[in-house]
């Protein structure tokens, strides 16, 4: 995993959170409960990512 990409998968997470937030909000009365997992698996996706690339950097510091 590049560590060039932290910061980009941290941000793409973030919009993702707030398209799902926007999602939740507009379809309030009766949300879908397929519609909110997969509104909630590219904020999840990305925000991993960003771990892993930050995860990655950290351990090729310690060797």
Known sequence: M???FKYLYLIGGIV???L???QIVATYPKPNAVGV???ALPALALFYLSYKAYHVKKD???M
């Open 60 to 62: 090729n510091e310690l």
């Open 37 to 39: 997992i997969l509104g």
């Open 16 to 18: 993702a959170t707030i």
């Open 2 to 4: 590049n560590p060039k």
């Open 20 to 22: 799902f937030i926007v």
